[in-house]
Structures are given as structure tokens and as C-alpha cells.
């Protein structure tokens, strides 16, 4: 799905793209209507997945989910500070997810390093051959939002890879530079690093900009999980396309995009909570065997998050 965006009022429609170091804007030709026409990365698929994490999470709770995505497993880590146990991060905010050094690395549960609590639960074993299917099904009830923004287990097995299922960019299309500048001066002295420093900016504006969304059906349909499991994937992602489109961020300073036309989705995300995290359901995919290692039921639906202890 395609999705028309538009620089807000104020801006002098003109916007500030991602750069890169040592490389700058992503300007690029690609086919267009048979035809090579010139575009622009204005957002990378890396930067939305994580602002469309950020957008289900709690403001006030930043390591954890807000109410509507409450019962969703995911593992928070804890940490004492001045004798009292605060939230430190999450597998939710974390920049590799559940395979960040935080997790797998430092924390800890029941008094095990948190990396062997994980290989015993995802079933890990680097003398056999990996199967995948059977570890997302596992990872489903760890932190399925691994699954739509992909990770990469390489700390526990290096064959350990799921991609992306909800990818999503924004591009200009015949973007043309806006170059500015301006000078810093010191308010008390000219003498000195500050006193005087010229800068330059380059902006863009563009008669076409695009959010551009996909949902990987072919990759969820290999991961071998059950239509409730599908089911809540594709109404997760929904939601997530639903509170991007409905508060669209602010990307960078100079780069504040709002959607053409309205766009409403509803998902029934409650409903595909409760249908897909069960305690039934989690204790067949676990075989029984590991299940009193993972999270309580939540109340309401679905699973409180797991909690591990920082380093």
C-alpha cells in the first residue's frame, strides 16, 4: 500500500531527508512507468519499524507497551536504583531486540544468565540442524514483535534469522535541493571555537511524496504458525499502520510529514490478543516442558511481559 504524504503547513514544503555519514541524501534512479525517473530516501525501512514500535508504546512507561497492546508478551529488563526496582529497557526498545547485549549478554532470571533461559526455551542446539518454524513458533510467545520488525539470534545461533514482516519507506519522487546556511556567533567574544562558525544545510521539495508499506505474507506463511497466530501478526501490523498513519512522528527537526487523506483502520488487536496468547496454546507449543520459565497470564488476555534482571 501506497500512502500519499504532504510537507505539513509551515515548512515552506521543504523537508530535511535521513543522511548517512560520509554519503549524505540517498538520491537514486528506479523505473517508473516504464521510464527512469530520479527519487529520494526521505525514511529507511530501519528508522520507521522503529518508530511504528515506539508509537505502541506507553508515554509514561517508555520500556513498555501502552493499554491497547497490553497482554502481548515481550521481556522487560529490571534493575534496582536506590533500593527500588525501576524498569532499565526492554526487548521492545532495545536496537536489536530480543539479541541485544542487554538481554542476552547482562541480565539474568531465576539467578541463570537470561542467554541459557533463552536457549532452553527457544530450543537451541548448534549441533543439529535449525529449524525455524519451530523456533518462531516458540519466539511468538517470548516477543512476537520480533517477528514483524525481524532479529537476528546470532549470540545464541548464527543460522537464527527472521526478516522483517511489516517493512515500510518513504521516498521523494524528482526531488530538488534546497540549500541554506547560516553562521553561529558568540554573544560575548569573537575570539574563540564558538565565536564565529559558518554551516550548511540542504533541504529538498518534492511534488510527490509516498509512505510505502508492505506486509510479507509469503514470510508469515513460512513461519509455520497457526491462523490464530497469523491472525494476530496481521492485526499487530495493522495497528501499527493505523497509529503511524493516525500521529504521523516528527522524523527530524525539519522533516514533519502529514498523510494526504485520511486513512482509517480498525483492527480488532484485543480480540487477536486473546485468541492467540493462551495458556492452552503456549503450553502445546512448549511441549509443557519449559513453560514455568516464561510469564503469567495477564489480566484482561494475553501474558505479562517476562522480567529479567540487569546486570
Given amino acids: 500500500m501506497a500512502?500519499?504524504?504532504k510537507v505539513a503547513d509551515g515548512f515552506d514544503r521543504r523537508f530535511q531527508p535521513t543522511g548517512f555519514p560520509n554519503l549524505g541524501p540517498a538520491l537514486y534512479k528506479a523505473m517508473?512507468?516504464?521510464?527512469p525517473a530520479d527519487y529520494l530516501l526521505v525514511e529507511s525501512?530501519?528508522?520507521?519499524?522503529?518508530?511504528m514500535e515506539a508509537l505502541c508504546l506507553d508515554p509514561q512507561k517508555p520500556c513498555r507497551y501502552n493499554a491497547d497492546c497490553a497482554g502481548i508478551p515481550y521481556v522487560i529488563v529490571r534493575d534496582t536504583v536506590?533500593?527500588?526496582?525501576?524498569?532499565?529497557?526492554?526487548?521492545?526498545?532495545?536496537?536489536?531486540?530480543?539479541?541485544?547485549?542487554?538481554?542476552?549478554?547482562?541480565?539474568k532470571h531465576n539467578n541463570r544468565p537470561f542467554k541459557t533461559v533463552l536457549e532452553s526455551l527457544l530450543d537451541v542446539n548448534k549441533q543439529?540442524?535449525?529449524?525455524?518454524?519451530r523456533i518462531a513458533r516458540r519466539l511468538f510467545y517470548l516477543d512476537p514483535a520480533c517477528l514483524l520488525h525481524g532479529v537476528f539470534l546470532e549470540k545464541l545461533d548464527g543460522r537464527i534469522r527472521f526478516p522483517r514482516l511489516l517493512?515500510?519507506?518513504?521516498?521523494?519522487?524528482?526531488?530538488?535541493?534546497?540549500?541554506?546556511?547560516g553562521v553561529m556567533r558568540g554573544y560575548v567574544t569573537v575570539v574563540g571555537e564558538e565565536a564565529s562558525i559558518p554551516y550548511t544545510t540542504q533541504h529538498?521539495?518534492?511534488?510527490?511524496?509516498?509512505?510505502?508499506?508492505?506486509?510479507?505474507?509469503?514470510?508469515?506463511?513460512?513461519?509455520?504458525?497457526?491462523?490464530?497466530?497469523?491472525?494476530?501478526?496481521?492485526?499487530?501490523?495493522?495497528?501499527?499502520?493505523?497509529?503511524?498513519?493516525?500521529?504521523?512522528?516528527?522524523?527530524?527537526?525539519a522533516c514533519v510529514l502529514d498523510p494526504e487523506a485520511g486513512l482509517t483502520i480498525k483492527p480488532n488487536l484485543r480480540e487477536a490478543i486473546n485468541a492467540a496468547f493462551t495458556p492452552k496454546s503456549r503450553a502445546k507449543t512448549f511441549g509443557g516442558a519449559t513453560v514455568d520459565a516464561l510469564s503469567a497470564t495477564a489480566k484482561g488476555g494475553g501474558f505479562k511481559p517476562l522480567e529479567v534482571l540487569g546486570s
Wanted: no cysteine; net charge neutral.
Fill in 3 to 5: 500512502v500519499a504524504l
Fill in 32 to 35: 517508473n512507468n516504464g521510464a
Fill in 45 to 51: 525501512a530501519q528508522s520507521l519499524a522503529n518508530w
Fill in 82 to 107: 536506590n533500593k527500588s526496582r525501576e524498569d532499565l529497557t526492554s526487548s521492545l526498545t532495545e536496537p536489536h531486540r530480543l539479541a541485544s547485549d542487554e538481554l542476552v549478554e547482562k541480565a
Fill in 128 to 133: 543439529r540442524p535449525v529449524h525455524l518454524p
Fill in 167 to 181: 517493512s515500510a519507506t518513504i521516498t521523494a519522487k524528482d526531488a530538488e535541493p534546497v540549500n541554506a546556511g
Fill in 204 to 253: 529538498f521539495s518534492s511534488s510527490e511524496i509516498k509512505l510505502h508499506l508492505t506486509f510479507h505474507v509469503d514470510s508469515l506463511k513460512g513461519l509455520g504458525l497457526d491462523e490464530g497466530q497469523e491472525t494476530f501478526l496481521a492485526s499487530f501490523a495493522l495497528y501499527k499502520i493505523n497509529r503511524l498513519l493516525g500521529s504521523f512522528p516528527r522524523l527530524r527537526t
